[in-house]
């Protein structure tokens, strides 16, 4: 489980700083809303994918998650989150 050390400052700090390089290179964006949720691990704990947005090749591809813990939704870079297997669906995590 994610270490719980993260504060509201550390949340607010991430969103910012994610708000900051698309403030500076946004041209156009592509929004895909999820029709099937995909559970991903953060670091902000475990959450569920719901949607992305693609600002283009100079920013990475943004994920709209809503995690588990507390129903929060925030904003992650691509290379900021773990897809992991839901044995639901066929997957083991090995």
Known sequence: MVNQRN???QRNQINQNI??????????????ELTNT???????????AIAWIDY???VNTVWKVVLYENGNVRNF?????????NK???????
Request: aromatic share 6%.
């Open 56 to 58: 283009g090749s100079q």
């Open 19 to 32: 708000g900051d390089k698309v403030d500076d290179k946004l041209n156009m964006a592509t929004i895909h």
């Open 7 to 9: 504060t509201e400052d």
């Open 77 to 85: 870079y691509d290379d900021d989150i773990k897809v992991y297997p």
């Open 88 to 94: 639901m669906d066929g997957g083991e995590i090995k």
């Open 38 to 48: 995909i559970d991903v691990e953060t670091p902000l704990g475990y959450g569920k």
